[in-house]
């Protein structure tokens, strides 16, 4: 069994309500004001049983003041039917659903002749081939036109028959690679809460299942599924669906809101679009315009950015983007109906590339150059612009959302970078060679400094993400070392560089710092050669000896380890848990000064030596230094 979506279209009053009722049993007008007024003014829906499966049929209405509720209807239609009043012809609503149809890919599957009761019979088939030819004008060919009426006995049999052969042949609609349910109608039933309803594209939806509300980003969970008036546990993409929504207010949500799975889409202010105007538009679009864009079942205002400035004229296609003024929710590759404010007519259409573009200038090449793979859906292309925009690396995510799939494969010269980002292999290969070459030439020209400053092998012109990933995998593979003061080749050895009077002044300085026990000298005094300073550095580095700073003073001391060692075991002594001792006593006890005792003892704090409660600390059992 074939199940499909049709969309029902044409000019006001050419009978596609009454084509429905007769087809499926149900009429469609079910507001008491299009009862009233015998004009079809929102969206209705029924569905025929045909020998071939089973076709849902919106009926758009046809008036030009509701041209939206035709754009709503038409998302996730899989085609058309257009009907055409056998006494009319082809109208002005006729012209305006074509081209909208046109503008969202939609195709015309086929044609409906209705009222022919009203011609004389031999004045059917002569009428019959005028619509066809006018239609034909229009860039509808090859599409089966059928006489009917709705008001005669089997007087829509021929058009059930045709319908149903052709179920197996109707495209798939356009939909994103993840399962979203367009809202197009919102309402509360007794008992059970706030119901909507849709046409679900890409996927499937089952109960108890946890979706998303955008564009607020609302979760809920799905209570109950309904489609063509039956309860199921599970629906399938294209089917006509209701879903009882648990925990949400039904002013909660509108028409043009989307369900989709968490994480799945997000809401946006800004689109990237590729733009084209219908030759026959009664005027062209400027640069920062105002225009009414109906997409899905939503309608927004947005301005439209035309990349480059100026202005595209009737029958013309340019890069854009829509700014709108409150977050809204796409999906790329979707179609998109522009039209004027005032007055409303349809201007063009436009293809959604990008639903959560970043804002950008008219004259940025490079996401230009982004925009423009998206348009070709050329993934190589799509991921090497991604990668210049982010200056060497990308999302995976973006890539997924440009390419429309789920999980893209990355294109020949990309690798993976982390779990969520990808970067040219070539790149990353030439970061690897010029952070060692960087590191082995400052090896070379300092070969007493156990470190590089970190900022040697920074490259401003990419991400700081993409180096963070070079260097961690430098390390992980064992090749580098890096620790708070900076990096270094891991082979590197400032120890074996040293001369024998090198190593004489080293025992020197340390000497000198282990003399000062807990007043240690100024360091300034002691280190008085061009080497000393990488000298000390070498012994702090093994532990030998500990700089620390005085924050108040903003001054730096260095003690050796042994002073420190003796002041922690002097502390213990003097002041046995569960006894408690201020700064003072501790300055009293080791015989120093408050300037060497306040780094002293907020470094025993950091290495677990000591608890702070106040003014007064206390000493930890059993503790060693740690480095």
């Given at each position: 069994?074939?199940?499909a ?17 007769a ?13 009233k ?10 569905h ?8 849902d ?8 003041d509701?041209?939206r ?5 038409a ?16 109208a ?24 022919t009761?009203l ?7 002569p009428?019959?081939?005028?619509i ?12 089966e ?31 994103p690679d ?8 919102v ?37 109950g599924?309904?489609?063509r ?8 993409q294209?089917?006509r ?9 039904v ?7 989307v ?8 809401p946006s ?8 105007l219908l030759?026959?538009a009664?005027?062209?679009v ?12 939503a ?11 100026g ?5 013309e296609?340019?890069?854009?983007q829509l ?7 796409g ?18 259409g436009a ?10 200038r ?11 793979a ?6 190589a ?30 294109p ?17 290969a030439?970061m ?17 400094k ?24 430098l ?31 080293l025992?020197?300085i ?6 000062g026990?807990?007043?240690p000298?100024?360091?300034?005094e002691?280190?008085?050669t061009?080497?000393?300073a990488d000298?000390?550095?070498?012994l ?12 108040g003073?903003n ?22 848990k ?8 501790a ?16 470094y ?8 702070r ?15």
């Open positions: 069994m074939t199940n979506c049709v969309i029902v279209i044409g000019h006001v009053d050419h009978g596609k309500t009454a084509l429905v009722r087809l499926t049993g149900t009429d469609t007008d079910r507001l008491a004001e299009e009862k007024r015998g004009l079809s003014i929102a969206l209705g829906f029924a025929c049983d045909l020998p071939g499966g089973t076709v049929l919106i009926d758009a209405p046809g008036h030009e509701f041209t509720a035709m754009v709503a209807g998302t996730g239609a899989q085609a058309a039917l257009l009907v055409v009043a056998a006494d009319e012809g082809v002005p609503q006729t012209v305006e659903h074509l081209r909208i149809a046109t503008l969202l890919a939609l195709p015309v599957c086929l044609v409906a002749v209705t009222k009761d011609l004389a019979p031999d004045a059917v088939t009428r019959l081939a005028e066809a030819d006018r239609l034909g004008a229009l860039g509808v060919r090859g599409v036109v059928v006489p009917c009426s709705a008001v005669s006995p089997d007087g829509c049999e021929g058009l059930r028959q045709t319908l149903g052969a052709l179920l197996p042949d109707l495209p798939p609609a356009l939909a993840f399962a979203c349910l367009p809202v197009d109608r309402f509360t039933v007794e008992g059970r809460g706030t119901v909507v309803t849709g046409t679900l594209l890409g996927g499937g939806m089952r109960v108890g299942e946890t979706v998303s509300l955008l564009p607020g980003a609302t979760e809920t969970v799905i209570r599924i309904q489609t008036g039956q309860s199921c546990e599970a629906v399938t294209g089917a669906t209701a879903l009882n929504l648990r925990g949400i207010s002013t909660d949500v509108a028409r043009g809101d369900i989709c799975a968490p994480g799945r889409a997000a202010r800004c689109f990237d679009v590729y733009l084209t030759d026959a009664a005027r062209g400027r640069h920062m315009q105002d225009i009414r864009v109906s997409f899905g079942t309608q927004d205002v947005a301005t439209l950015r035309l990349i480059g400035g202005q595209v004229a009737p029958g296609s340019c890069f854009a700014r709108f003024r409150k977050p809204v929710a999906f790329a590759g979707q179609r998109i109906v522009l039209r004027g404010l005032s007055p409303a007519v349809t201007l063009g293809l959604l590339l990008d639903p959560q573009a970043r804002a950008i008219s004259t940025d090449r490079d996401h230009l150059a982004l925009m423009q998206a348009l070709e859906q050329n993934l292309s799509i991921a090497q612009t991604l990668c210049v925009e982010g200056n060497g690396i990308a999302l995976l995510a973006d890539l997924a959302r440009l390419g429309r799939a789920t999980k893209p494969p990355l020949a010269g990309f690798v993976p970078v982390g779990s969520d980002r990808f970067a040219p292999a070539q790149l990353i030439d690897r060679t010029r952070t060692l070459e960087r590191l082995g030439d400052f090896h070379g020209a300092n070969p007493l156990q470190v590089a400053p970190a900022a040697l092998v920074e490259d401003r012109s990419k991400s700081p993400d993409l180096l963070r990933a070079v260097l961690a995998q390390s992980a593979d064992d090749i580098i070392r890096i620790d708070t003061d900076g990096i270094s080749l891991a082979d590197h050895d400032p120890w074996s560089a040293l001369t024998d009077t090198q190593q004489a002044r025992a020197a340390e000497t000198h710092i282990n003399d026990g807990m007043s000298p100024d360091i300034a002691v280190l008085t061009a080497e000393d000298l000390c550095a070498l702090i580095s093994t532990g030998r000896l500990v700089a620390l700073v005085n924050v003073l001054q730096r001391f260095v003690f050796h380890q042994h002073a420190l060692e003796g002041a922690k075991d002097a502390l213990r002594q003097a002041f046995p569960p006894a408690h001792f201020t700064t003072g006593q300055r009293a006890a080791l015989v120093t000064s408050r300037k060497f005792i306040v780094p002293v003892l907020e025993f704090d950091a290495q677990g030596l000591t608890v409660k106040g003014d007064w600390r206390q000493m930890v059992s059993d503790v060693g230094f740690t480095r």
